[in-house]
């Protein structure tokens, strides 16, 4: 499943589009960082299989 496309009006607010993936939309590339004790995997596998 793709994330909605970003709005046209980057200042506009969709619930479609969380805030994050809005605010990452034009990058080119991501660095998702864990800090250890494992909650990372938690919180950025599931992040980074979304993006």
Known sequence: MTPAAPPADSGAFSLAVP??????????SILIAGAGGGFDVYAGLPLAFAL
């Open 19 to 28: 805030p994050l993936f809005a605010a990452l939309a034009p990058a080119r």
